[in-house]
């Protein structure tokens, strides 16, 4: 969420009469990418105002806190910062097309070669033996020489044999592909019950690119994480509350839990707030002190505003939901922030409304880390409350907390192990006099016209010093359901997960760990956050030499620096052994990025095994995923939910869009969409993984069957004289494609399954054909080339050998032409029915259907050209009237086809399964397993579930901007009567936003999320 | 090709075995069990079926003879000088002589043999007009475009039948003489010229046109035979049955051959004495030389020959089953090895474990 305002000047236009009188000026940047500046001038009234990014609302926000608000249109369309990011939508397109359009054009290579070998065959021929046929045969009258025959037989030869050439492939790919993404949308297991929607393939050519994904880029917000903040465990005084125990006092996991806390006690309490140890609510009822305490810090020391609407129904509006959970949490326990004033806190404490005086906000910002108050309670005692991060904050304890802070930053550790976000909570009491003395230099330091933020820092320093401690809280970053599952499964199918967010390093490690894609089993995490070229050089040559260092597996000479040729680099460092993470800042980022550090940061990154990438804008993101895309020759896709994750998206080979959160601009640019992160690994491992699977196979039986058939021309040319003619009837060569053998194979491409959904999910590992592109690459292609030629080969050459001398048993001819087709045809279709059998592994109904019905269809199909009606009809078409009875009452004929589909399938079968016996693959195992019901072995279900020990300090994150201390005590987003609005005038409330905006811009703004605008009018 | 299937908010999916890719499946997987049997009992049948059909081409004898009359090579070179060169040849004869030592079981088949006669090919096989030679009048008139350059004659007239195929009609004859005991004199052997063609050829695929006025000459009234030939289609034999279109040797001719070196059925040596066969004795051949073949190098055979179950000699189709059944056997027991091995170490591997 962030603070957007309108210039306070236009505060006046309240009402619509004035709005639409209104007649400024807006002098502004040309339109640009940079999400977080803004800078224009507004003319209006003779006088000129400034614009910055905060006084903008970016297409595809959404409001918060406020129901509507007036604007004006900068930019619109194309020229908006949203689409000025998202780059081009390129056309995708899977690896398997591109290799699919080379091999098409090797084998239209090839198709030219035979032509060419054949013409020059025929020329030869018709010098040869042509001339002195011609008693018989006289050339055609245009044909006067040898070598025109030659030239006019290539082209008839390019007609025959374009067959080779698989033109029905494309159709069939794509007919396949829609088939998959029906499966995809019809999965009742990626459809998400709460927001009813299915998954959604929204293009249908990339599904088989989903079996062969290497590279994850995830976005956190939305995407892992839920964008919920939850309060879920807390620590004080060296008590640690909030674990779950069950009836028998065991800790509890998820589903098994008891009743949680009930809070009817409190009229005010946040009904959907749950808590499941009610030994917190007993300490506060009971009176505890120090529980006490630590709640009202929790509902004094914040930024959150309160709206009441009616009486008891209270509504905190929290510009960071860390800050609304701690809140919430303070009000259930019966601390309830109340409301505010500028100078005022009003809180009900246990059912009595105490309205404490709000001296001070020590604001939040980035280096500070944390925030503080300074409040007067009604007594009349000053105390400061400060939360912030433990690694700040335990230094400046007061050293006679040393005992309870031993005890605390064991709690911390614990927290911080869970995966949970940790502050810790401190007080101090001050003196009237040192407050005194302290406010009058504060109001010096605010005063001062050079340096201000570090003579305030000092000051702030100053007074936050000697704490007591309190405790420390522990708020749960709800993750998106199934998600540390969901990674750790594809983490063992080698996917490698690269989080690029908006969010802050804290944030974004947080998430790492919770999610478990950091672990404490790692070697290192190596954090980068430098601010020039050469600190961001450094620390990436760092790591690297760590790693190398570890792994020692390289001597001293080898030097990191400059262009070194990046494969030797790859494979060094490819093989580091240990675990290491990169975390990167989005500044440092924009360093790596560049052309010539690029490859040493791709090389670094992807040694690691995690990769982080924190404040990064969307368009670093699209930047990052091109970078892998260019050098990694891997597939990569991309998963996010918001408009900012747009680029990435499209950049990316496949682009997942998490449907049904914030705005459908990601689902749009996407190609694949559904509700819920953890169904990736279903789209990957079960669809992906078939897809990938379905189409290999495909494809190879494709080109194979081609070849089988086609070839055989090839082999009848020399024996014809070169002259073209073809092998099979006519009808049979426009038939083959299009009925006698497609449908088999379009059934396999679509049902084929090795293994069955469940077994991909429990063996990950088999997803690592695809990745590794074992089963349809240019060596498959030539093995699947060399089989239909074998099977061509055999099918010319064993009918000739047998039609050579044979009779039939009548006496009469056998070895006549029409016979000789119709033999060969026959067992052609017979040996690619059995091969497409053999290549057949999930039998269905639709299996069986197919490909006894196309056998079926060539017999009936063949008898019915051959009939005596339809020749009766058509003499001059249907020539082999006759000829299928004939041929096919004929023992040596039949004798002939088994011998073919023997010769043929037998060599497949033998190599199959000796490849089964020696080399198995993974599924073939699993199948084989399944097959005899043995129990799996449990090596291959190396799912880690580790217990994470809590040796990592900092837990601390919070997604908090610094400015609303300042806000708030300015009193100018408060929604206060107009009197009280008057007060203040323009000049100061102008510096504020002024100030405000210069902070902000300081930092780099998170582009994630909607705004927000507090400032209504 | 972006493409959207259902809207946003959509029902369930339904829950069905088709939909969530469960339908019941049978997955066959290459087991030992099934593969092992599978190649020892092909390469037992295969063995099997190889050995009869080895043994039963074997039983089958054969007599051939090379009448090309090449230089030399007997008393057809003769004819073949003499016809060089000469269009058409002249009426010239010459005679094969052999003897049988003992019976040649019958019934006996008579082929003649042409090599390096390219029937198969494109422009030579397309050379005809099937609607012609179904007897259709129309067709009978207006020769199919294939049939060029013989589709009109010279004077203009249809070519009847038309096209390469028929004008190369072969036309070389045969009468075969016996000659029981030396001296004695020489017998014609009766040779059945019927029933040499396929039922369905001589029954639908060739016709004659219809008669007029129940003569096939009139029919043909207006055509030209094909250049090549001495004489016309309708007076192809004496017998209405076996003259025009439906001539058995013209039918036999036009059923074009897959391969350059092809045979075609003669005829049958099946009446009379020699029923059983031809018996032992001398026998002669008179042939009728006219055909040319040595201008494109190609041969003329003449064969005797009986047939078995599985057609005419044949050796390959044996030999072939043997050795694949044979490779079957082996690869079957390399298999077994193999599988052998393999599970041993499938088992070690689980000790290990």
Redesign the interface.
Known sequence: MKVRQAIPITSELGDISKLAKFDGEVICEPPNNKLDKFSGTLYWKENKFPLSNQNMLLRGCVLRNTEWCFGLVIFAGPDTKLMQNSGRTKFKRTSIDRLMNTLVLWIFGFLVCMGVILAIGNAIWEHEVGTRFQVYLPWDEAVDSAFFSGFLSFWSYIIILNTVVPISLYVSVEVIRLGHSYFINWDKKMFCMKKRTPAEARTTTLNEELGQVEYIFSDKTGTLTQNIMVFNKCSINGHSYGDVFDVLGHKAELGERPAPVDFSFNPLADKKFLFWDPSLLEAVKMGDPHTHEFFRLLSLCHTVMSEEKSEGELYYKAQSPDEGALVTAARNFGFVFRSRTPKTITVHELGTAITYQLLAILDFNNIRKRMSVIVRNPEGKIRLYCKGADTILLDRLHPSTQELLSSTTDHLNEYAGDGLRTLVLAYKDLDEEYYEEWARRRLQASLAQDSREDRLACIYEEVESDMMLLGATAIEDKLQQGVPETIALLTLANIKIWVLTGDKQETAVNIGYSCKMLTDDMTEVFIVTGHTVLEVREELRKAREKMMDSSHTVGNGFTYQGKLSSSKLTSVLEAVAGEYALVINGHSLAHALEADMELEFLETACACKAVICCRVTPLQKAQVVELVKKYKKAVTLAIGDGANDVSMIKTAHIGVGISGQEGIQAVLASDYSFSQFKFLQRLLLVHGRWSYLRMCKFLCYFFYKNFAFTMVHFWFGFFCGFSAQTVYDQYFITLYNIVYTSLPVLAMGVFDQDVPEQRSMEYPKLYEPGQLNLLFNKREFFICIAQGIYTSVLMFFIPYGVFAEATRDDGTQLADYQSFAVTVATSLVIVVSVQIGLDTGYWTAINHFFIWGSLAVYFAILFAMHSNGLFDMFPNQFRFVGNAQNTLAQPTVWLTIVLTTAVCIMPVVAFRFLRLSLKPDLSDTVRYTQLVRKKQKAQHRCMRRVGRTGSRRSGYAFSHQEGFGELIMSGKNMRLSSLALSSFSTRSSSSWIESLRRKKSDSANSPSGGAEKPFKG | ??????A???H????TAF???R??????????GI?LP??FC?GLA?IG?GLG?FYSSNGIKELEYDYTGNPGTGNCSLCATEGQGRSPPPNCSCAWHFSLPELLPG?V?L?YELS??????????V?R???Q??G?AS?LRHP?NECA?YQLSATGLPIAPCG?IA??LFNDSFTLWYQRRPGERYVEVPLDRTA??????YH??FRNPPLVNGSLKLAFSGTAPPPNWHRPVYELSPDPNNTGFINQDFV?WM???????????YA?IRQGNYSAGLPRGAYFVNITYNY?VR???GHKLIIF?N?S??????P??GI??LV?GS??IL?GF??LV??IR?QDQDDDDNDD?
């Not at chain 2, 339908?23 to 030992?32: D, I, V």
């Not at chain 2, 040499?196 to 050829?201: H, M």
């Open positions: 090709m972006t493409w959207s299937v259902s946003r908010g959509a369930q999916p339904d829950n939909t969530q890719q339908l019941p499946a049978w997955q066959p997987l290459l087991s030992a593969t599978l190649f092909a295969f079926l059909l019934p088949y082929y390096n006669f390219y029937q198969n090919n494109r422009r030579y096989g050379s007009d099937d609607a030679l179904s259709l067709a199919a350059p390469a004008n190369s040499i063609a396929w039922w369905t050829d639908v695929k036999v059923r074009t051959a897959a391969l350059p070196t092809f045979r075609k059925l049958r040319p201008a494109f190098g020959s047939i179950w599985m057609g005419g000699k044949n390959f189709l072939a089953y694949v490779l079957c690869m390399v298999m193999v599988y393999y474990e």
